[in-house]
């Protein structure tokens, strides 16, 4: 806990006078980043949990690129607020597919808020996305 005050209060000084509230919030993010990872390693090292370190780090850097992407993405307009969350979501799905990390369970709750009716395009979707993790993992 001390190490992300730490972390928070240094990215504070550097990241706020340049980029205002975003600084602040990517500062924010940056402490609980660094809190959260010190959380899971003295769980690993004290429980009988065993952690999937490959996975874990495939997801780590799908998740710092999306949170790049929003950083850098312009922010003058709501126009380009939400083009750059979509465009970054959309990428970041694209990089857990790629790296083969999208399960059925996952892409069943993806489009479970989806009317699409009794047509089984969701069985046809995750047939999809099964053959091209298959074909991804070649």
């Known amino acids: 806990l001390m190490l992300s005050i730490v972390v928070d209060v240094i990215a504070l000084v550097f990241l706020v006078p ?3 509230i975003l600084g602040a919030a990517a500062s924010t993010t940056i402490a609980c980043a660094t809190g959260l990872t010190g959380l ?3 769980y690993v090292k004290y429980s009988s949990f065993k952690l999937n370190y490959k996975n874990a780090m495939k997801i780590l850097m799908a998740f710092i690129l999306f949170g790049f992407l929003i950083f850098i993405f312009p922010h003058e307009t709501r126009f380009l ?13 694209i990089v857990l597919f790629v ?3 999208l399960k059925d369970d996952d892409i ?7 009317n699409f009716g009794d047509n089984g395009i969701i069985k046809k979707i995750i047939c999809g996305v099964k053959s ?3 074909l991804s993992r070649r």
């Open 18 to 20: 340049e980029y205002g």
């Open 40 to 42: 899971i390693g003295v």
């Open 81 to 93: 607020t939400f083009f750059g969350l979509v465009f970054s979501a959309v990428l970041y799905l």
């Open 99 to 101: 790296f083969g990390l």
């Open 108 to 114: 069943k709750i993806m489009l479970a808020g989806f």
């Open 132 to 134: 091209l993790n298959q």
